[in-house]
């Protein structure tokens, strides 16, 4: 599939093609969309009750979408 990347807005306002962008911070950069993709997804039953649970996280706001067991990295990355 196609990634993306995170972001956090500083400030509100309106940004048009052609604006750019500039990465300030990267604190972690150990943690690429490839790594975190495979520590939530990587897991099989991740995978197959993702859509599932996420409409249902979506109506009940309180479902959890990725399982504690179906996290594929350690406790500390969790942290």
């Not at 750019?20 to 099989?44: A, C, F």
Request: proline fraction near 4%.
């Amino acid at each position: 599939g196609l990634a993306g990347f995170f972001l956090r807005t500083l400030s509100k306002g309106d940004i048009q093609d052609g604006d750019v962008l500039k990465v300030v911070e990267r604190p972690q950069p150990q943690w690429t969309l490839s790594r975190v993709s495979h520590l939530i997804y990587g897991h099989d039953t991740a995978v197959m009750q993702y859509l599932l649970r996420s409409r249902k996280a979506a109506k009940d706001l309180k479902t959890p979408v990725i399982l504690r067991e179906e996290f594929m990295g350690s406790q500390s990355e969790l942290e």
